[in-house]
């Protein structure tokens, strides 16, 4: 009976000491500390990394929704891409519990970004080159495919050691006529028959001959991460087989929309071409650096 007087008692005090401390737990929820994005600025066409330390389902920004996945370490982590034709600005980044409820949400800086121009020689026969319906096709199921199983890890290895002769995201012009396109990947000199590896584990999902990209081969990396690497002479792996990081996936050709042997390769995130020069170190070839 005095117990339960003394507890009565106590109520009132004890929200008065808890009230402080819940505010508190409410406002550190509220400024992302369960949650956290890397950069918090960043530029076009680039990768936010997401990390919450409660169980977010899910991530969107700007009407792009990510899933976020549970890591072995027990957080849960995703990439939010942002994609080259996005406007910068500022905008929040909202995480969201499997049942849609609101985790967290933070801001993100996209900085405006400057693309130069650049102008691509193509003989009229490889200029005329076009993708069939099913090309198409396989490529879009193959970007909008996102798997559970992440089978890479930091950091990814260059595909090959050669310089960059032609950076992500330069606004692309055939012959002198503009295209409307920009370059999704990074072009990489090699000389042909140069062997191209897996920037990190994964599974094979594309192996075959395209009109435009040439010899193609893609990997799925896993939880919305994959790459593709064009323009082979020769392709070394098969369609399903599982790749490990620095594996041989084929060899430097100019086949497709190509004017010489060198290596075009894409990552997309979710999705979304974004720019590899974030994930790998790539140094750009002495002609590229003295263009105006
Ligand atoms: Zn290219």
Redo the contacts with the bound molecule.
């Keep these: 009976m005095n117990s339960r007087k003394q507890s009565y008692r106590l109520r009132p005090i004890l929200a008065t000491l808890l009230a402080p401390l819940l505010a508190a737990i409410v406002a550190s929820a509220a400024s992302g500390q369960q949650c956290a994005v890397k950069p918090v600025s960043i530029p076009l066409g680039q990768t936010i990394r997401l990390r919450c330390s409660v169980a977010a389902a899910t991530a969107r920004m700007n009407g792009r929704t990510v899933r976020l996945f549970k890591q072995t370490d027990g957080d849960w982590q995703g990439l939010m891409p942002v994609a080259v034709a996005d406007k910068p600005g500022t905008y929040p980044i909202e995480f969201l519990a499997e049942d849609g409820t609101t985790l967290s949400s933070l801001n993100l800086t996209i900085r405006k970004t400057i693309f130069p121009s650049q102008n691509v020689v193509l003989a009229p026969q490889i200029e005329a080159l076009h993708s069939t319906t099913e090309e198409m096709q396989t490529l879009t199921t193959f970007r909008d495919s996102v798997s559970d199983i992440k089978y890479w890890d930091d950091p990814l290895v260059p595909p090959l050691p050669g310089c960059v002769i032609?950076p992500f995201g330069v606004k692309r012009l055939h012959n002198g006529k503009p295209t409307g396109e920009f370059?999704a990947?990074?072009?990489q000199r090699a000389s042909e028959g140069t062997p191209i590896r897996a920037v990190a584990g994964g599974i094979v999902k594309i192996v075959q001959p395209f009109n435009v990209l040439g010899g193609t081969a893609a990997i799925d990396h896993g939880q919305g991460l994959e790459t593709m690497y064009?323009h082979m002479s020769k392709l070394n792996v098969e369609l399903g087989a599982h790749v490990n990081k620095g594996d041989i996936i084929g060899y430097v050709g100019a086949t497709g929309r190509a004017n010489g042997p060198?290596l075009?390769w894409v990552i997309y995130v979710n999705g979304v071409p974004v720019n590899p020069q974030q994930w790998v170190t790539l140094k750009p070839c002495a002609t590229a650096k003295n263009k105006p």
């Design positions: 032609s370059h990947g990074v072009d064009l060198h075009h």
